[in-house]
């Protein structure tokens, strides 16, 4: 059975991420996904096609892993596909965030590589597990495919056995994923400032 309470609570805290998200133009129009874990099997996600600066708990469903609906006949989002796939994989996450931020999407298609490497930046710290500025940040960059099951196997083999809290969607954006939605917007602040300090960059070269 779903914890009525912890899932008010998971609603909350997506409905006050889409807020604060779409004030800073991470989410334009109704791009970007959020979900939180509820337990070893369930997940509080964003609904397909809402608006992430207006959504209510209401537009916050309920499936398992496998994006099947718990009683609920809203239709998740086809990359929810993609946060069920983190909660397997990372048993450390317990939250998601999908952004649409414009140095996110823009950087992942400027890299013909398929990894961006972030080193010397002090906001590095700001990601889960990195406690030193000197260290490499492996972000990956994967192909976008609409087929959403083909890509979520890319994924899931570009990730395996990587030490990382981040990849990009090339031409397309940011998944992020962190120990609660605190630790994860942190995450999106940190890395969008470091996507546009790669790009200011690359501009001077």
């Given at each position: 059975m779903i914890d009525l309470e912890q899932l008010a609570r998971a609603q909350q805290a997506i409905v006050a991420a889409g807020d604060e998200l779409y004030r800073a133009g991470q989410v334009p129009a109704t791009g970007g996904n959020?979900?939180?874990?509820?337990d070893e099997t369930h997940?509080?996600?964003?609904?397909?096609g809402r608006h992430k600066g207006r959504l209510v708990p209401a537009d916050i469903m309920v499936t398992d892993f496998a994006v099947t609906p718990f009683g609920s006949p809203q239709k998740p989002s086809d990359e929810a596909r993609?946060?069920?796939?983190?909660?397997?994989?990372r048993p450390e996450a317990g939250a998601v965030l999908h952004t649409h931020?414009?140095?996110?999407?823009?950087?992942?298609?400027?890299?013909?590589?398929?990894?961006?490497?972030?080193?010397?930046?002090?906001?590095?710290?700001?990601?889960?597990?990195?406690?030193?500025?000197?260290?490499?940040?492996?972000?990956?960059?994967?192909?976008?495919?609409?087929?959403?099951?083909?890509?979520?196997?890319?994924?899931?083999?570009?990730?395996?056995?990587?030490?990382?809290?981040?990849y990009l969607i090339r031409g397309h954006g940011l998944y992020t994923?962190?120990?609660?939605?605190?630790?994860?917007?942190?995450?999106?602040?940190a890395l969008d400032f470091l996507f546009d300090?790669?790009?200011m960059m690359r501009r001077t070269r």
């Open positions: 959020f979900s939180v874990r509820l997940m509080a996600v964003t609904a397909s993609l946060h069920g796939q983190l909660y397997q994989d931020s414009r140095a996110a999407t823009v950087l992942s298609r400027l890299i013909e590589s398929d990894t961006l490497w972030l080193e010397g930046f002090e906001l590095q710290k700001a990601i889960e597990g990195v406690t030193r500025h000197d260290t490499t940040l492996a972000v990956p960059i994967v192909d976008n495919d609409q087929d959403i099951a083909a890509l979520a196997e890319v994924v899931r083999e570009r990730l395996r056995g990587l030490d990382t809290r981040a994923w962190a120990r609660d939605m605190a630790g994860c917007l942190r995450q999106v602040e300090c790669e790009l």
